[in-house]
């Protein structure tokens, strides 16, 4: 069986390993979000990608669900010493050598998606990891400018954007997000092998990741999204949203920025029919089933918390079990 997970960090990366658990024969394709990259201490960062190869290669640091185990903080704290941030972007020692590395790689020539497979070598994630795009993408954020003019000044509004790492990690999501931009994604094409593995897929599916930020983001690349709605084979997705409020961080933020209820009929009617053929919700949202069905569709309510690797597993397992369904 073929396979296509389209994936943020956290989230995406605790699916693929409860997907490659329940189905360890899979040729699976991971289409990584790039949108959160940055640029820090002048190394290229890629958060997601390197959150799905850490989790699947046994390098993640479990309790957080980001950044490597057994990591220490001397660079971060030397660098601190000398004045030099941003210092609410905890990068560890380990995590910078992946960093340098692929920047060395980028400034030698090489795409982002070579420089992931070379990456991935040491990693062994067991998965074929693809970033959505080899050009750069960066999500940013509309919010009030708490320095800048006051509301209705015709000298800005008293708004700016300000990248998507800053707005989630330093200001934790306080500030109200008024929209959520792509910057470069209008522009930007397809990494090598994007497009080729979403026609050979047999299944495709949207894990519990940021509908907006995340999967959104892959979606904004011209050609995925058209690729995955011609693609003719099942396309499932899973509730990031359990009880109106998200598993985990705060897509009920950025889901507002763009008009959509945090709750798990409202993110699949976001996504809807013409992409999705099939929507998993949890058992507390049951009551959401009839809304997403009579959107034209297919949904079932099952626990959708991923808890240990069993857990998860069973959520992609029963995320297959519904495309099998809808194939039929």
């Known amino acids: 069986m073929r396979i296509v997970v389209l994936a943020g960090g956290i989230g995406g990366a605790r699916f693929l390993r409860g997907l490659k658990s329940a189905v360890p024969d899979a040729d699976i394709t991971v289409i990584g979000n790039t949108g959160d990259d940055i640029h820090l201490f002048g190394l290229k960062v890629c958060p997601d990608l390197d959150t799905v190869m850490y989790t ?29 941030g941003p210092e609410w972007f905890g990068l560890g020692d380990r995590d910078f ?5 692929r920047t060395q790689m980028i400034s030698a020539g090489y795409p982002l998606s070579a420089v992931t497979e070379a990456l991935c070598d040491r990693w062994q994630p067991g998965v074929r990891l693809l970033p959505m795009t080899d050009d750069r993408v960066e999500t940013h954020v509309l919010v009030d400018d708490p320095d800048g003019p006051p509301k209705g000044d015709a000298e800005g509004g008293g708004r700016k954007a300000i990248h998507f790492q800053e707005y989630w990690v330093r200001l934790r999501a306080s500030l109200t997000a008024h929209a959520i931009v792509p910057v470069g994604a209008e522009q930007s094409k397809p990494a090598p092998g994007v497009l080729e593995a979403i026609a050979a897929a047999d299944v495709i599916l949207f894990p519990p990741s940021n509908p907006v930020v995340s999967i959104g983001t892959i ?12 693609a003719g084979v099942p396309v499932v997705g899973l509730s990031p949203i359990v009880g109106g409020a998200p598993v985990r961080g705060m897509a009920d933020k950025v889901l507002a920025a763009v008009g959509v209820e945090a709750t798990a009929d409202a993110v699949a ?5 013409g992409l999705l053929d099939g929507w998993l919700v949890d058992t507390v949202d049951t009551a959401a089933v009839p809304a997403v069905e009579e959107a034209g569709i297919r949904c079932r309510a099952v626990p959708l918390m991923m808890t240990d690797v069993d857990a998860a597993a069973r959520m992609a397992a029963e995320a297959l079990a519904l495309a099998e369904e809808v194939r039929a």
């Not at 640091?61 to 000398?82: D, M, N, P, S």
């Not at 009617?269 to 029919?273: E, Q, T």
């Open 56 to 84: 699947l290669g046994g390098g993640i640091h479990e309790e957080q669900g980001w950044g490597r185990a057994g990591e220490t903080f001397a660079v971060k704290e030397e660098l601190a010493a000398y004045g030099v």
């Open 97 to 101: 050598a992946t960093h340098i590395v």
């Open 219 to 230: 979606l904004a690349v011209p050609g995925i999204r058209e690729a995955i709605a011609d």
């Open 269 to 273: 009617l976001h996504y809807g029919s």
